[in-house]
């Protein structure tokens, strides 16, 4: 059995013999087999006792609290931005649903106007007038009921007559044509009803290769004046330094 080595940019391993078993082999390099093992829990060292604390996270909700920051004090600034923020001098607080009604205003008496505007709008049910709004009529004149129509707008009123040619719709069942069903396919359209042999299938055709007329050719004028891009559209490059 004969060893070999494989050289990478980080560094180099040496990979097994090859088995005569057949089976296959995974080699990891040294990086790869130390980011594959497991993270270490990290300590906290408390005043009282010592807690694990797997990834550097708390136990629980409920931990110990060092001596230290028990018997802190707090500076003038966290005592400042530790009070409540004070309301706005013009803050009025939500109204509440039960509210008091003034003397003044159970006392009040409405005016000529008020009691005018608060009478419902009678309405006329009158079956020949137009009502486009409530109360709102547009009674029709005599002379309109009296008017007698001319030869031109009874033409007008007419319906409109169909074309000579109309058809009604056809219904959804109907009999077929003797002609049609014993009606026989011509040799053209029993060409065209066979489906295609596989003999003229191309198993190695490329859609993606380029015939060498199409390498060699040259582009009109035409079109590499239509190939510049638009100039109100090109955004120039920015000059960066060189370090």
């Known amino acids: 059995m004969t060893t070999s080595r494989i050289t990478f940019q980080s560094g180099s391993i040496e990979l097994p013999p090859i088995s005569k078993s057949g089976y296959t082999l995974s080699v990891t390099s040294s990086r790869l087999e130390a980011l594959s093992q497991p993270r270490q829990p990290v300590y906290y060292k408390g005043d009282s006792l010592p807690v694990i604390l797997p990834n550097g996270n708390r136990p629980g909700p409920i931990w110990p609290v060092r001596r230290s920051a028990m018997n802190a004090e707090c500076s ?23 509210m008091m009604v003034t003397r003044g205003a159970q006392s009040a008496e409405p005016s000529t ?51 000579k040619a109309f058809q009604n ?22 060409q065209l ?5 596989r003999t003229m299938i191309k198993d190695d055709y490329d859609p993606y290769k380029v015939s060498p007329a199409a390498r060699r050719v040259h582009a009109t004028p035409r ?5 510049v891009p638009i100039a109100r559209k090109v955004r120039p490059k920015k000059a960066t330094g060189q370090q």
Do not use: M
């Open 76 to 98: 003038a600034r966290l005592e400042q931005l530790g009070k409540p923020k004070t309301l706005n001098n013009q803050y009025y607080f939500d109204r509440s649903a039960y």
């Open 113 to 163: 106007r008020l009691q005018q505007l608060s009478q419902p709008l009678a309405r006329k049910q009158v079956q020949e007038y137009k009502e486009s709004a409530w109360g709102q009529t547009f009674p029709v004149s005599e002379n309109s009921k009296k008017a007698i129509a001319s030869a031109r707008v009874e033409q007008l009123a007419e319906s409109k007559a169909y074309h």
């Open 169 to 190: 719709e056809r219904p959804v069942q109907w009999d077929v044509p003797e002609g049609a069903l014993k009606a026989g396919a011509n040799l053209r359209l029993q």
């Open 193 to 197: 009803s066979r489906p295609r042999s």
């Open 223 to 227: 079109i590499e004046e239509l190939c």
